[in-house]
């Protein structure tokens, strides 16, 4: 058995639902990467990115393209995001990245390349229905993943934002396309965005005290 067919067989069942190896497996990684995210430490890129390589697997097995490209895309930011906190990202005081909140401008710029780029997007998707079976929710998730990610790249407390609307899709999608451990990992992320949501904006104030990453 190859390595490809072991990530895509079945590790186990849940609620009537066949959850495979890498749907499981890539889902932990991705959660303790948002832990790590929580905790200011850089180690939460290269969790992503090791993430995003296991789970291209799973929504390749389940035929959702939209996922596949996703995850691709997650590689691509995490590379680029662990370069931009190991390049001077990071606060020389605590040890860990500095947080605050987006400028006017920059919430902007968030919120008009998300929705230009979901209507771009979606717009694919329906034109070559091949790419998904759900175009508006994958584009959605697709571009949505984006913008949480270019936010955390840059420290800005709306990351937290950002991850909690696409939760608000990524469950109801997930447990419709069959990838259940991916639903009830998203029901945790949505406890763990909370959390961190809190965490950032409290760091996020002037004088606030800033504890070192690990």
Do not use: C
């Not at 497996?25 to 850089?42: D, E, H």
């Not at 998300?114 to 717009?123: C, D, I, M």
């Amino acid at each position: 058995m190859t390595s490809l067919n072991w990530l895509t067989g079945e590790a186990f069942s849940a609620f009537g639902q066949h959850v495979i190896w890498s749907d499981a497996i890539g889902n932990t990684i991705g959660l303790a990467a948002l832990a790590l995210g929580w905790k200011r430490s850089i180690w939460t890129w290269p969790a992503q990115l090791l993430s995003g390589l296991i789970l291209v697997a799973a929504y390749a097995s389940a035929h959702l393209s939209g996922g596949v490209g996703k995850q691709l895309l997650v590689i691509g930011v995490a590379v680029w995001g662990w370069r931009q906190w190991g390049r001077g990202g990071r606060d020389a005081e605590g040890g860990s990245v500095a947080v605050r909140f987006a400028t006017a401008r920059e919430r902007l710029a968030l919120l008009g390349g998300t929705a230009l780029g979901t209507l771009a997007v979606g717009t694919l998707f329906t034109a070559v229905p091949q790419l998904s079976w759900n175009p508006w929710p994958d584009a959605y998730i697709f571009v949505g993943t984006l913008a949480a990610m270019v936010a955390q790249a840059r420290g800005l407390v709306e990351f937290w934002l950002a991850w909690l609307l696409v939760d608000v899709v990524g469950v109801p999608l997930a447990f419709s396309s069959g990838l259940a451990f991916s639903g009830l990992v998203y029901v945790v992320y949505l406890g763990l965005v909370l959390w961190g949501l809190r965490d950032w904006w409290l760091r996020s104030r002037p004088g606030a005290r800033t504890a070192p990453a690990f």
